[in-house]
């Protein structure tokens, strides 16, 4: 498919996925009345207008915009260690997330939080953000940074603070442990405007950055040595990535939890429709993140209405069989 098409189709897709995210629920909305809110030709003390502007849209575009962030840093990353497994947990920001949001769980539950955000959500936020600060300076060295020695220093960090994640779990109450296996399932339900202006801060930087890198991304898929032989400041580049990655996902982790399988899948699927260039691929990445994650969240709030399921399970019922579908019908898969 040519990477313009694709595009022009995910803004149509996205258009409608935010449309029916905003109509459907434990009370569904005509898509008439809805439009009517969203351009002020309804009365807003309307119930219609309420239901929309305190609850839906907020959560929508939280929703829409996690999932932009977590596709579009997925594909970077895939990009950094020329690797289609990668995902941005290979830094450690998700099972540091996780550790410290079981920490302010278990040890924290009387404490009050902090511009909008509960204790659990910045103790998320730092645990990410520790883990990946210590990822980063595991693998840098006088000499510049090691892809490699990141990759491995994710994955032992990752296992560090997954088992004190578990540890916490062995220890927790039952409902203690409840709440950390709905957190670690990922949810959009506190969504609000408050958190809105704190994702919107992370997106912007995100989704302006990484397409900034995209040529540098291109030429790293070559090896480091063409990439330097080119031109690009290699390990300045892997720098801003990280930095980038951490920040966006670090923040999506806190306020949504911890929602696997889009950025993982979201990338693959996006570069066997239109190929590695990153030029294309990051901008596609980012819209399909942001309908996969709309589609997936309109049906955890209307498969068992008035229950909510945890959207992190919908994002992996939806997204994985049709991405064996893909591999099925692919002979040959390579960045």
């Known amino acids: 498919m040519k990477p313009r098409v694709l595009i022009v189709v995910l803004c149509v897709l996205l258009a409608v996925a935010f449309m029916a995210e905003l109509a459907f629920g434990a009370v569904r909305l005509p898509i008439g009345q809805v439009v009517s809110v969203l351009f002020h030709f309804h ?31 997925g594909a970077a990353m895939q990009g950094l260690f020329r690797n289609p497994l990668a995902d941005p947990s290979l830094i450690g920001v998700t099972a540091g997330a996780s550790a410290g949001a079981s920490l302010a769980i278990v040890f924290g539950g009387a404490l009050a939080g902090f511009a909008g955000l509960s204790v659990v959500a910045l103790a998320a936020f730092a645990g990410g953000a520790a883990s990946v600060v210590l990822v980063y300076a595991l693998a840098t060295r006088a000499t510049g940074t090691s892809v490699a020695t990141m990759l491995l220093a994710g994955i032992a960090i990752s296992a560090l603070a997954g088992s004190l994640t578990s540890l916490l779990e062995f220890y927790a109450s039952n409902d203690m442990l409840r709440r950390i296996s709905l957190w670690q399932m990922g949810g959009l339900e506190g969504a609000n405007w408050p958190r809105v202006g704190l994702i919107a801060v992370a997106a912007a930087a995100v989704l302006a950055g990484l397409p900034a890198l995209a040529r540098a991304l291109n030429a790293l898929l070559l090896g480091e040595s063409e990439a330097r032989h080119l031109g690009f400041a290699v390990d300045r580049t892997k720098t801003v990535l990280i930095v980038l990655v951490a920040f966006g996902v670090g923040v999506s982790v806190a306020l949504a939890g911890a929602i696997a399988f889009v950025g993982l899948v979201v990338p693959h699927i996006v570069r066997l429709a239109i190929g590695p260039d990153h030029r294309t691929l990051l901008p596609a990445a980012a819209l399909a993140g942001a309908v996969l994650l709309l589609a997936a969240d309109t049906l955890a709030r209307v498969a068992v209405a008035p229950t909510e399921l945890p959207v992190g399970l919908l994002t992996a019922l939806l997204g994985a069989p049709f991405f064996i579908v893909l591999l099925r019908g692919t002979r040959d898969y390579s960045l």
């Open 43 to 73: 009365d807003r003390a309307d119930q219609t207008a309420l239901i929309v502007n305190a609850i839906r849209l907020p959560r929508a575009l939280l929703t829409a915009l996690v999932g932009a962030i977590l596709a579009i840093s």
